[in-house]
């Protein structure tokens, strides 16, 4: 059976810029910053103290139908981001056979980390009743269904920060197979509460240039210090081509390849060799092996050994045509978002391709020697993308690479 094709007709973004893809979008173009100090919660005492945090008193209230207490902020902001889309693509009511995928790493873990302290500090019968269906993982896209009256395949997925690509590349397995000809699909993080920053911190990963918070994430980078962590949301809109075609609508363009796949390696480094296989898969699936892509949204997250081994894994697919290839780092200025990371990356490659603008990375006055390919330094350039790659290399080794096209 021929493989169906599909489009994006539709995206929407709620980020640490707002609502809305275009406020998402303009930050990015702009080369501006959205990491900022942690207002949600007293850090005195923090070695890290800051984060791309989202203010919870600026987010709508996005339900209508469900109990309040059900709201982690990892739900709000995903079913605000899929509202936008679903009124990007020309839906006033979406199809209520449509499938809704969507990927994060720790979906609920404010709520979470809430309701520990509660437990601690002041005992179990504070505890809120509605802390398991607030935390679950697979509360998002749940709420999102009630909320909406969809009614088709329902799937959460949980590959740390490859989340959100798995789900897109999932959607389109459903629709490429048939199982669905519409496909609600991207991921949502918020993962700034004490504990979860404690635990990052332990781990020894993030940035603690709290002084210059602007400038803090400094992907491929020789004075690099870590990561920082981002809240976001994004969702597209996915539809089979003949289906949208015959209802007139709009497409950004078309995802035609996906791959997946595990580093079988060690569950905090990356490998080199299953990133080039990855890349080299998703190539393959889109029918498209040995060509050189036109642009790649880099997974890039300020860590030593994950942008050395990015630039590695690219170098070995693409050989000495690498350099031709600009390459963004976008978490310089969305911090990282975990499993919503690979959904808003795919969000921010269609815009670059409508407008023909290639985002900066931020803050790379000095690059590190062996991180040598075009990152598209510190402002956005002109550039029209034909093919287009993004990238999402997750804790764990897990995986995922996209090819989008016109």
């Known amino acids: 059976m021929k493989r169906k094709r599909v489009l994006v007709t539709g995206m929407g973004v709620f980020s640490a810029a707002g609502s809305g893809k275009e406020a998402y979008w303009t930050a990015l173009r702009c080369g501006q910053s959205l990491i900022s100090p942690i207002r949600r919660f007293d850090t005195a005492g923090y070695r890290t103290r800051i984060a791309a945090t989202i203010d919870e008193g600026k987010v709508p209230v996005p339900y209508s139908k469900t109990d309040p207490n059900l ?23 979406p199809p209520q056979d449509a499938a809704i995928v969507l990927g994060s790493a720790v979906a609920g873990i404010v709520s979470l980390d809430q309701q520990f302290e509660n437990f601690y500090t002041r005992g179990g019968r504070f505890v809120m009743p509605y802390t398991v269906p607030r935390i679950m993982l697979n509360a998002p896209a749940a709420l ?28 389109c397995r459903l629709i490429a197979c048939g199982l669905a000809q519409t496909c609600i699909a991207g991921g949502t993080e918020s993962p700034v509460s004490p504990g979860h920053l404690q635990a990052w911190d332990r781990l020894r990963a993030l940035s603690k240039d709290n002084e ?30 003949e289906s949208a075609i015959a209802r007139g609508a709009r ?44 642009y790649i949204c880099a997974h890039g997250t300020a860590t030593i050994e994950g942008d050395r081994k990015e630039t590695e894994a690219i170098k070995a697919c693409f050989g000495s045509k690498a350099s031709q290839i600009p390459i963004s780092g976008t978490k310089s200025m969305t911090g990282h978002t975990l499993g919503a990371s690979g959904a808003l990356g795919l969000v921010s490659t269609f815009l670059a391709m409508r407008d023909d603008l290639l985002p900066p990375t931020a803050h790379l006055e000095e690059p590190d020697p062996e991180c040598d390919l075009d990152y598209v330094p510190n402002t956005s350039r002109l550039g029209s993308i034909s093919l287009a790659l993004v990238n999402s290399f997750g804790f764990g080794g897990c995986n995922a690479v996209l090819v989008v096209s016109r």
């Open 144 to 171: 999102a269904s009630i909320e909406l009256g969809i009614r088709g395949p329902m799937y959460m997925l949980g590959t740390a920060c490859s989340s959100s690509s798995q789900a897109i590349g999932l959607g």
């Open 71 to 93: 709201w982690d902020l990892s739900a709000s902001i995903a079913l605000l981001s899929i509202r936008e889309a679903l009124e990007d693509a020309g839906w006033q009511e």
């Open 251 to 294: 497409s950004y363009g078309e995802i035609v390849g996906y791959a997946s796949n595990s580093d079988a390696h060690q569950i905090l480094q990356p490998s080199v060799e299953s990133q080039e296989d990855c890349i080299r898969a998703a190539l393959s699936d889109a029918g498209r092996s040995g060509a050189l892509p036109d």
């Open 212 to 241: 210059t918070p602007w400038r803090a994430c400094r992907p491929f980078s020789r004075n690099r210090s870590g990561l920082v962590l981002g809240e976001g949301a994004a969702a597209l809109i996915l539809e089979e081509r």
